[in-house]
Each structure stands twice: as structure tokens, then as C-alpha cells.
């Protein structure tokens, strides 16, 4: 998805000319169609479908195209369809407001405000991460996996995932960076690391549970649902000055979260929540690397699950292949969940940490 709107981005770059904003807004057209076809598919009713602002929108920015119009009504045409993509915007499902703002992002760009175009842009994004989140969180509430509404949220899900990709692509394109410097967030399903073949994943999809994985790199935040997420990374060294390893910092923030972790201290509940581990580098002719994993105070050390579901850590004894640092970030159970036997399972994030070689 977005691959032409991408590559027209990365080719007109910040230039905001008559023939960039064609390209633009033809590649915006081409990517629309392309979308809403692959969504037509999907069993869940979206509301971009059947905007009436959206549609307006469209045939705006096709009025805008035609060759004889003058750069002049073209921009106004852009500003007309700007308007209407905003008034789509204010739909109810995640994915169709994702969608919606990466339309306004690139009409704003098109009308050669930058600034607005990568706010609605980092909007996109923030919308298709909430919705991957919360869809995965309506999938554990169904009675039965083999469901009709099980199903349209995989599909869903499926949908979600493969566009926050793309607007994580699209946004590095407009702001001319690689897309590694934005976290990367997707769907995995609980069980495996998120690298299986499209059969696996296809196998995983019926009988394991969706759920949420992020990616940071060193200096990278995201924000998931009111679960803020930093990560710092500092080198370590010795009395000599000789570099030994590195000190990983994780930081979350939860006070945007309706659920927050008690505190182990009393009854108070912790806004924020912060862990450090030293990764100390393997000796000469090792292959391996040793952790040594260090909580911080504040955080409630366990491995597994406490029972009443609060927001915990759990962290693997060693570093992954690719070298990541893998974590959950385990929210407490929402209210009038009475299955206790899941602990915070429910919503379990998944983050790797990429730690340089």
C-alpha cells in the first residue's frame, strides 16, 4: 500500500512545484483506488468506504487533474478536497481516520504547507497504531477465534498492520529520512517473533492470539493507546576509556492509560515505570552476549504474569538474534475481566529493543 504515493514523495522531494503537486496528487489517486479495493475485501464495514466527504474529496482532486486547468484552480480544487478529507476524519473506526489524515497530510503538502502535512501525517500514523492496538484488544473479547466477528477483526487487523507500515514508509519519504528512525509496529500473533513465511502466519492467524510488537531504535518513543514507550542507549566504558558494553534504558509512561500499575510501595499507582540493563559485550572469539539485567526501583521485577494483572516487565535472559532486547510491556486487565487464569495478558505489547552491533 502507498507504494506510488511513497515513491512520487521520495521523487519530488520537498519541492512544492505545478509538476510535484500533479505527481502528488495523481500517485495520492492511484493509492486511494489501490486501498479501498484491498478493503473492499475485508468483511468489517469501514467507514471510508461510504464517506460522503471522502468521495467529494476524491472527485475534487480528479477535478484538480484534468490538463486543461490552470495551477491556480488546481490549488483551490486541493484546498476544497483538503476540507472534505478533514470533514472524513471525524469517522469512528481507527483505520478510516488513519487513512483520512494521510489524505490531509498530502494536501497540505500539495498546497506547499510542510509543516501541517508532517503533523497529519505523524496523526496517520498515530491512528493506525491505536487502531492495531484496540483491534487486537475487541479480537480477545470474542467468545469464540473461529467466530464471524473473529474473523473480520483478523482481517482487520491483517489490513491495519500493512498500513501503519506504509504510512511509516510514506512519513520518512516526506521528511526525507530513513524509515528505521521511526519505531516500527505491527502485528504478530502470540507465539512467534514476527519473521514467519506467509504460510506460518497464515496458520498462526486461526489458532493464535494477535497482538501488538514494536521496534525502537535508540532515541525512539511511541505512543500506543496512552502507553507511552522511550528507549535511551548509553555506551559503557572502563577506567581506561575502553567501550565495554551498553546501558539500555526503558522508560513508560502510563498516566494517559486507564488502567495504571499499583504501586508495590503502597496503594498509590505509578505514572511512569522505568527499567535499566547493562549489555555487556561477549570476550574475544565469543559469539554470544551476555546480559546483565538491572531493574530499577520503581519497577515491579517479576518474570511472569502477576495474577491480578498489573503493568509489568518481562524480560529474556539474553539478547536475540539481529540484536534486540526483547521485552512485554503487560497492561492490567480491563475492567469486568473475570478470568484471572490470563494475568495482564490481555494487550501484552511486545517491544525489542535494536542494540548496535
Request: charged share 20%; net charge neutral; hydrophobic share 40%.
Amino acid at each position: 500500500m502507498l507504494v506510488s504515493l511513497t515513491t512520487a514523495m521520495q521523487a519530488v522531494g520537498g519541492r512544492v512545484t505545478d509538476q510535484a503537486i500533479a505527481t502528488l496528487a495523481r500517485a495520492l489517486l492511484d493509492s486511494d483506488h489501490e486501498l479501498r479495493e484491498r478493503l473492499d475485501r475485508v468483511e468489517s464495514k469501514l467507514d471510508i468506504l461510504i464517506s460522503q466527504p471522502a468521495n467529494v474529496g476524491r472527485e475534487l482532486l480528479a477535478e484538480a487533474m484534468k490538463p486543461h486547468r490552470s495551477p491556480g484552480s488546481a490549488r483551490e480544487l486541493i484546498e476544497q478536497a483538503r476540507i472534505r478529507f478533514l470533514e472524513a476524519h471525524a469517522t469512528t473506526d481507527s483505520l478510516s481516520k488513519s487513512v483520512a489524515a494521510l489524505w490531509v497530510a498530502v494536501c497540505w503538502q500539495c498546497l506547499g504547507q510542510e509543516t501541517d502535512a508532517i503533523d497529519w501525517a505523524w496523526r496517520a500514523s498515530q491512528e493506525a497504531i491505536d487502531g492495531l492496538y484496540l483491534y487486537a484488544l475487541r479480537w480477545k473479547e470474542c467468545k469464540s477465534t473461529r467466530s464471524a466477528r473473529a474473523r473480520q477483526l483478523t482481517e482487520l487487523l491483517e489490513e491495519t498492520s500493512d498500513w501503519a507500515e506504509s504510512v511509516r514508509n510514506f512519513r520518512a519519504a516526506l521528511a526525507g529520512i530513513p524509515a528505521e528512525s521511526f519505531p516500527r509496529v505491527k502485528l504478530i500473533y502470540y507465539g512467534q517473533d514476527g519473521s514467519l513465511s506467509d504460510t506460518q502466519r497464515s496458520s498462526y492467524a486461526k489458532t493464535g492470539e494477535p497482538e501488538v510488537s514494536v521496534i525502537l531504535a535508540p532515541g525512539g518513543a511511541v505512543d500506543i493507546a496512552g502507553i507511552q514507550l522511550s528507549y535511551q542507549l548509553t555506551l559503557l566504558h572502563d577506567g581506561a576509556g575502553m567501550h565495554y558494553g551498553y546501558q539500555a534504558h526503558m522508560h513508560v509512561d502510563v498516566a494517559q492509560y486507564p488502567h495504571r500499575a499499583p504501586s508495590p510501595y503502597g496503594g498509590r499507582y505509578l505514572k511512569v515505570i522505568q527499567s535499566t540493563w547493562n549489555i555487556l559485550r561477549p570476550p574475544p572469539g565469543h559469539h554470544t552476549t551476555a546480559l546483565r539485567w538491572q531493574p530499577s526501583y520503581l519497577l515491579s521485577a517479576v518474570s511472569n504474569p502477576v495474577a491480578d494483572g498489573s503493568m509489568v516487565f518481562s524480560a529474556q535472559s539474553a539478547l536475540s538474534t539481529g540484536n534486540q532486547l526483547l521485552l512485554q510491556v503487560i497492561p492490567a486487565k480491563s475492567n469486568g475481566d473475570s478470568d484471572s487464569s490470563t494475568g495482564g495478558s490481555r494487550g501484552r505489547i511486545h517491544v525489542r529493543l535494536a542494540v548496535p552491533n
